[in-house]
């Protein structure tokens, strides 16, 4: 079975509904519409929309891969099948194995890429085909759609031309119909103010929202500023606390130079101390060696009084042992004060490299506890600049919103007054339009009953009954 774009697409034609060319009524479809275009259109409505849109071109393109496949498959089934009635028909015949060959190269060579990709191309543009048919045949659907609305408008002329030659009979019935028109229009624009009414005392209430926003943006403002204040202060009074952990380590480190200074008054006292002790010990050392020197010089002199050998022996021993002892006391004196003199040294050096230790370590925690301050004080500043930066772009980005919201409720505001306007115009000119065409059909028809020579009062007759139509006519319009 043959596809055609015509049994792919098959749509209905049918007659115009029944609608008069010149309807001056909104429909409820229409009301619909109005209500919808009046609505404010918020970000998830937007998405939404973009949902549905991409569900559609979703759903599009897989009715298309579809398509293509259903005459991609038609396609080989048709190259399957004449296959198989050329494999037939060259078993019958020996001359036609060159196309046998022909066929298996071009069988083989089907599965390459680049005669896939052909094979695509041209299943697309099959497809393409397809939907360029379609997309005729819908034309010529709305073309003949068009000539039926125009058959449609040309019966309606003609009915109209006809429900003239009624006109006396259904006065009464039209009076009626009129008055209902008028009370339905008369309703749509009670309608239509109450939505003005609404849509004002919504612009009200959000105005009082955006007052309230901006309000609120000054509270926080204020806020944040009072925040400022208060680093600002804690900040100085950070600084104060510096300066005075400042004055109090110099005066600490005045306090340890006093004490320093004190410590080496102390030292000079006692090194002075042990001088004069060690002077007193070598005085007393001198006057016991002049002691013995005399206990010997006595000896001495009892030894040439006595003058015997034995004597002089244990004398000249004597006196070697004094010596030797003399020596002795005068060498561990020595050592003392050595030892003394390295031990207050030492003292002064360990003293002075503590004290330069402990003035460095405190020297090096102010200095720390300074430089953390600092960095703390330069990120809390950062991490200022940047929520106050933040905070303004916020605030900005709100403002836009509010601004663009607005602009476009009053461009809303402004589309929909021009469309009540265009409306009303399109009435307007559509009962000029039909005042003018009944005008035209009955003076057609008055000339008519001219050519054919009725008596003039009868014309006459109907001229004034046609002005009092008008006149009631008139009257509605301005109850209107």
């Known amino acids: 079975m043959g596809y055609t774009p015509q049994t792919l697409n098959k749509r209905p034609v049918g007659p115009k509904s029944g609608r008069t060319k010149n309807q001056t009524t909104l429909t409820q479809k229409e009301l619909d519409r109005l209500k919808n275009a009046s609505k404010v259109v918020t970000l998830e409505d937007r998405l939404e929309v973009l949902k549905r849109q991409e569900e ?3 759903r599009m393109e897989k009715e298309t891969e579809e398509l293509r496949m259903r005459f ?30 022909e066929r298996a190269f071009l069988a083989k060579h089907e599965q390459e890429e680049e005669v896939r990709r052909v094979n695509r191309i041209i299943l697309n543009a099959k497809c393409q085909a397809v939907r360029d048919a379609q997309i005729q045949e819908k034309e010529d659907f709305q073309r003949d759609l068009r000539s039926e609305e125009m058959r449609m408008d040309r019966m309606v002329l003609e009915r109209a031309t006809s429900a003239l030659k009624k006109e006396d009979a259904d006065e009464e019935k039209k009076k009626e119909e009129k008055l209902k028109y008028a009370c339905e229009i008369r309703n749509q624009l009670s309608e239509r103010e109450t939505l003005r009414f609404l849509e004002a005392e919504r612009l009200e209430q959000e105005a009082k929202r955006i007052r309230k926003a901006n309000e609120l943006i000054r ?3 204020e806020r944040q500023a009072q925040l400022q204040r208060e680093r600002k202060l804690k900040f100085r009074e950070e600084l104060n606390r510096i300066a005075e952990m400042a004055a109090l380590f110099k005066r600490m480190l005045c306090e340890q130079e006093r004490e320093a200074d004190m410590r080496a008054a102390a030292y000079m006292r006692e090194k002075q101390k042990k001088e004069r002790e060690l002077a007193m010990e070598k005085k007393l050392a001198q006057e016991a060696a002049e002691s013995k020197r005399q206990r010997i010089f006595i000896l001495a002199q009892k030894v040439l009084e006595a003058k015997s050998a034995s004597e002089e022996l244990s004398y000249m021993r004597e006196q070697e042992r004094i010596e030797r002892e003399y020596r002795r006391k005068e060498k561990e004196a020595a050592l003392r004060k050595k030892q003394i003199e390295k031990d207050l040294a030492e003292a002064r050096e360990s003293q002075l490299r503590q004290t330069k230790q402990r003035q460095a370590l405190q020297i090096a925690r102010a200095e720390q506890d300074f430089d953390n301050l600092m960095a703390q004080v330069k990120v809390d500043e950062e991490k200022q600049k940047q929520q106050e930066v933040q905070r303004e772009r916020q605030n900005e980005c709100y403002r836009q919103a509010i601004i663009k919201q607005m602009n476009d409720k009053e461009l809303e505001r ?10 009303a115009m399109d009435w307007r000119e559509g009962e000029r339009q039909r005042d003018r065409n009944i005008r035209a059909v009955i003076d057609a028809k008055l000339a008519a009953m001219r050519d054919a020579c009725l008596p003039e009062k009868y014309i006459k007759e109907v001229e004034m009954q046609l002005t009092k139509i008008k006149s009631q006519k008139a009257f509605l319009t301005k109850n209107k």
């Open 56 to 58: 559609e071109r979703k």
């Open 72 to 101: 991609k498959k038609i396609d080989d089934a048709r190259q399957k099948a004449l296959e198989e009635n050329a494999v037939k028909e060259d078993l019958f015949g020996a001359g036609e194995k060159v196309k046998v060959l």
């Open 414 to 423: 402004r589309r929909l007054l021009e469309l009540d306007r265009a409306q």
């Open 219 to 221: 509270a926080e403002d």
